[in-house]
């Protein structure tokens, strides 16, 4: 009773976010004279050592996820004095549909690791990051539990759902002992109603050098390599590579975790040196691969690739390495018809059309890429073409053009796999490094699904050498695996993202939260899939046959990314990941909300429904159409105050969906007034119009832009003829405003700026037709440009050209502006 | 990517990068306390010393100690720490390695290595001029005897021997008048035995010590003011003549050493003794070697009319008739000029025959082209095999 009281009193403290100080223990320490101040934090927080952390929530923890699947969030503590010894432990989890047992609760301490600036590491400042997940005996069995006064020690609490709980919400708590003095933070835990495929959606290559593991191990054994691999598969993520020996073993491994992973590498080998290949190797196992087939009745290959990364690695840098390439996709077909042949002359294969075969030869390579296939001075022969899947490398997805290009490849069929690599893993891309954002590697996921991209390769997880000391030595050493960030001079975390357990007397190794993050990112992609499984069964239903996901997931993405760059909303990401569970939920009873758009102060949605049941939306009956054998649900709705869509089917629980912040008017330039919110570089000017046939409505801002002839060449050559609009920062995250050209078609610069003019950067190209509006959208104005990095906060857009001289002669160009809209951030 | 591209990668790309931040008056983000980085070297160890007075280098006690300051190179193998008291000589530990040389996915692995690293936290000693033996031991458990061999900073090959099952101690005289030891950045113990249808090669290894001396190291410098380049009286030349690298192994590489053996000297008192090996599938290896970059220089000062030569004589000690290439490296624009000789077996070379004319190297040289890098010489052995090289010299 007494300790019951004590919980509640905490629980109670805790709510409100304040430092409870312990009263009934006599405990030595701080604790007892002092407190100790305790928040929690979404799984996509990064809270270092020494932040200030009075701004983050006292607590509950709230942990969600569906039924298989391992989640979870933080705890952070903050004694006012040094902590001797820390301890952490969990209780059950319960709720009136039953109990989550406390081995479920998987506690880590987070060890914090210093991270100083490095050429392709500065995002975030130095300072010491929280990465190594490593479960606190291993730390107490070296006296290494202790928290030094007035820093952050924080907990990463993963809740591994059974696959057979129960749908709902379960409560419990997390008990810290802090030498002696214990406090209890609240545990809620929202089970969701569908469970997760056994092995991910998302293919992946993160790979294990096997080599490697005895430089931080001291054993590159298969059994080893085995530990690596099984911690991969549980953070849903395949190694690559089958944890095998030899070809005697390897079908055994092939059975065991084919169910568990989305995608494994046919093992290949090198006949000495780069690009050459020991075809007779590669033919031995697609022989193996291609009898267990037909012995256990599965299509292996449905989930086999080829990467054959010290053949070819990133082949694209020179024609002579892509010529290579093309003999190596040609071997690489040849086995597999000679394996074909020999089965069907065996009658293992009926023929050459069986499914088996035909899977196995249209096996892909995947292969690093920095740009598009059709870089001008390398010609991508055609068999390389047709034989590989491209893995655009993140910041090779830095433009429009270059998105739209692999999406359009997706699209055709082809499959495209992102590609983490040490010199585009910083932000604005999905960020590997310790200094720099984690939520951009939970975004990556939902803009790969978005642009249909469905793998992930990265080349390494445990870069456990410094591989920038190699003098005299094969590969350098680390001072410390655990608190050194960079292993390599040059990045803070490239290449690892797992930790070797050795020097804690651990037979596995230890994840991190970077780790955690990437698994969290494949479970929201999962979801995605989960939904759009559940729509495409649904099409013929509902008479619709592009009934799919992609619609929602699009406009789900609309908080989380501007133009494939994160925004670095925490909040907006755990809300979009606890509305996808609600609509796979919806769409579990046969409600498809397949489309939903903003327009203005407008609210557009498309739902589709069985035909028995009734649909309220923002609780008001829905009349919907026949659609096969259910009903659509097409309309309008007026953008409520509550700013979300609230659906209820047949009078189940209801479901809302949180809607991006709508656009509001910030000029339409209709008076002089509004006119001289445009600023105008030198030899130009912004006037009011009132002709009609320059305006969307009303009035518009009429500018003029001319070139300048300078006495310095180089002035001349520098003058970029602008003009821009201002937003303030601290509430807008988008911008659109509306352009025509009366003149003939030219391409300007959008371009970004801080209020003092510093940092400037173009976030894009717009052509500019004749005789058309044009919409400018900056969706993510606030903070960043994708090319460069550069942050804001930014106040200006505008659009600029390069100086307008014909020959030394200047001219003179037009642009009317109208209607300016803000969205919030 | 590999590690290798992304250092040349980095360097070209620090420039720019930091040249536009400048530019564009980027303000780094720093923290105005920093918290300091790690000690790399962490606490001072305190020097210690042996039963027979060697100064301890390692006692392999430590997993820590294993990690930090050594790198083991080899495939499906694993080390522990040992506490058994049979395989240990020093301390209360010792490193046990059982490391295969089986196929991988990715390469092949010739010989399991396990490198000393030094100038690191356990390993701090590097300046080995005060050193007259070093000392190791190993007992070999593997069922079979094994191949060994220890290198010093990559090339400076210390000892060559075979592993008895059971213990062996090895003790490693540095002859301190042949190379400088004061700069040593780590030891090469090579190990080779077993293989992929073999048990793996199994290993204790224990106290790597140093016997030092208070007598001050002088050594043999190569005098290359004369005409007299190579006389092999020592093996200060014979580490100034290299392997031509590509090799499959340390234990497939040309063997050199000093030979003494009259019958193979046709000049002073001593010649260079080549064996060349075939590698672990029985394939010959390189039979090349050539001399130290650029320690012949500038050879200008030999053009002109008393045709001035390089001269050398070879002896073929093998059964197989040779095809000597030998070939002048310049320092610009590669370019270069060779003859050929044929040296029957067992029988010295014949010195019209190898004579390369410094005239001729002006002739197909351009400008400051004399300045040479080094010269090669190509045996092109079919089989295993040795020859001795004599009296590398300018004549005419």
Known sequence: ?825 | MKKSKLRMLVSLLLIPVCMSASAVGCKKKTTTDAPPPPDPGGPEEQITYTDDGAQRLMSFEAVEELLQSAAISAAQSKVELNDDARYISDGGKSAHMRMNQVKNTSGYYDNSLVQLLCNTKYLKKADFSDVEYLGLDIYNNSGFKVDFVLKASKWLILNRSTLDEGWNRIQIYLDRTTADFSKITVFDLDFKGGGADDKPLDVYVDNFRAYLTQTPAVQYVQDLSGENWYTFKNMREAYAMYDMGGFESVFSMPRMSINRNTDYILTGDASLKVEFCKKRNGAMDTSSVRTADNNLGDLNRYVGAENWYIAFDIYNATNEHIKLSSTVFSNYNDERYGISAQIAPHSWSNPAETRIYINDLKTNFTGEALNVLTVVFAFGLTSPGTVYIDSIRMAK
């Not at chain 1, 699947?69 to 319960?94: C, F, H, M």
């Not at chain 1, 040609?330 to 394996?339: H, L, P, S």
Request: charged fraction near 20%.
């Open chain 1, 1 to 825: 009773m007494k300790k019951m009281v004590t919980i509640l009193a905490a629980l109670a403290l805790f709510g409100a976010g304040i430092t409870w100080i312990p009263r009934e223990r006599n405990a030595v320490g701080v604790i007892a004279e002092g407190g100790v101040t305790v928040k929690v934090a979404l799984p996509t927080q990064k809270i270092t050592r020494d932040e200030d952390v009075s701004a983050l929530d006292g607590g509950p923890l709230y942990i969600g996820g569906a039924k298989g699947e391992t989640t979870g969030g933080q705890i952070i503590i903050r004694p006012s004095g040094d902590v001797k010894s820390y301890g952490v432990t969990a209780s059950d989890l319960t709720s009136a549909a039953g109990t989550i047992g406390k081995d479920n609760v998987l506690i880590y301490a987070e060890v914090y690791t210093l991270a100083t600036q490095k050429p392709y590491a500065k995002i975030l400042p130095d300072g010491w990051y929280p990465d190594a997940l490593m479960p606190v005996k291993f730390l107490a069995a070296k006296g290494e539990n202790a928290v030094t006064a007035n820093q952050n020690q924080g907990f990463w609490i993963d809740v591994k759902i059974p696959a057979t709980a129960a749908a709902g919400s379960y409560g419990g708590s997390v008990v810290i002992d802090l030498d002696g003095a214990q406090t209890t933070v609240p545990l809620s835990v929202t089970v969701y109603d569908f469970a997760m495929p056994s092995a991910p959606a998302l293919r992946s290559s993160y790979l294990v050098w096997q080599d490697w593991l005895m430089d931080s191990e001291l054993d590159n054994t298969t059994e080893k390599y085995r530990a690596y691999y099984e911690l991969l598969a549980d953070y849903n993520i395949s190694a690559g590579k089958l944890p095998f020996t030899d070809s005697a073993n390897y079908i055994e491994a092939l059975r065991t975790y084919y169910n568990r992973v989305a995608s494994f590498q046919i093992p290949y080998r090198s006949a000495g040196g780069r690009f050459n290949l020991d075809t007779a190797y590669v033919a031995e196992y697609l022989e193996a691969v291609a009898r267990a087939s037909v012995a256990d009745g599965v299509n292996y290959f449905e989930k086999a690739y080829y990467y054959f990364d010290t053949i070819y690695d990133e082949p694209g840098s020179s024609q002579a390495k892509m010529d290579a390439l093309a003999v190596t996709v040609k071997n690489t077909d040849d086995a597999e018809q000679a394996v074909i042949n020999k089965l069907v002359a065996e009658s293992v294969l009926a023929s050459e059309s069986d499914p088996i075969a035909m899977v196995m030869k249209n096996l892909h390579h995947i292969i690093p890429a920095f740009g598009r296939f059709d870089r001008a001075d390398i010609t991508w022969p055609q068999a390389v073409i047709d034989g590989v899947d491209p893995c655009p490398a993140y910041k090779a997805l830095k433009t429009d053009e270059q998105i739209e290009y692999f999406r359009n490849l997706a699209a055709s069929g082809t499959p495209v796999s992102t590609y983490g690599c040490i010199t585009n893993d910083t932000f604005p891309n999905a960020a590997h490094e310790i200094n720099d954002y984690l939520v951009t590697t939970r975004d990556l996921f939902w803009f790969d699904y978005e642009n249909g991209f469905t793998g992930d390769l990265l080349w390494n997880v445990n870069n456990h050498v410094n591989t920038e000391s190699m003098s005299g030595v094969r590969w350098g050493r680390v001072n410390d695996l655990y608190r050194q960030a960079s292993h390599d001079t040059i990045s803070n975390g490239d290449g690892y993202m797992v930790y070797p357990g050795l020097l804690y007397g651990s037979d596995k190794p230890f994840a991190s939260i970077r780790l955690a993050a990437k698994r969290d990112g494949i479970s929201d992609y999962t979801y995605m899939s989960v939904l759009d499984g559940l729509f495409k069964a649904k099409q013929a239903d509902y008479g619709a046959s592009g009934l799919s996901a992609q619609g929602v997931v699009k406009f789900l993405n609309q908080t989380l990314l501007g133009r494939g760059v994160s925004k670095l909303n925490n909040n907006g990401l755990a809300a979009a990941r606890g509305v996808l569970a609600k609509l796979i939920t919806l769409a579990n009873s046969g409600v498809l909300v397949s489309g939903l758009a903003v327009d203005g102060d407008k609210i557009n949605y498309q739902i589709y429904t069985p035909a028995a049941g009734t649909l309220d939306v923002n609780g008001s009956a829905a009349t919907g159409t026949a659609a096969g054998s259910g009903l659509r649900f097409s309309g309008s709705l007026q953008m409520p105050s509550s700013k979300s869509l609230d659906l209820t089917f047949s009078g189940g629980a209801a479901v809302s969906i949180p809607l991006s912040a709508p656009y509001a008017l910030l000029n339409a330039f209709e008076t002089a007034d509004n006119v001289n919110a445009i600023k105008v570089s030198s030899y130009a000017a912004a006037t009011l119009n009132t002709s009609s046939a320059y305006a969307l409505s009303g009035n518009s801002a009429k500018v003029e832009l001319s070139g300048h002839k300078f006495p310095n060449d180089q002035a001349t050559h520098a003058f970029k003829p602008q003009f821009y609009v201002e937003f303030n920062p601290d509430t807008v995250g988008a911008v659109k405003f509306s352009v025509y050209n009366p003149g003939a078609t030219k391409t300007y610069e959008v371009f970004l700026e801080t209020s003092a003019g510093t940092g400037t950067s173009v976030y894009d190209t717009v052509k500019l037709a004749g005789g058309v509006w044009t919409l400018i959208t900056v969706d993510n104005a606030r903070i960043v440009n994708r090319a460069t990095n550069s942050f804001g906060p930014n106040t200006r857009v505008g659009l600029s050209t390069s100086n307008l001289l014909n020959g030394d002669t200047p001219y003179t160009v037009t642009l009317y502006v109208d209607n300016a809209y803000t969205a919030g951030k």
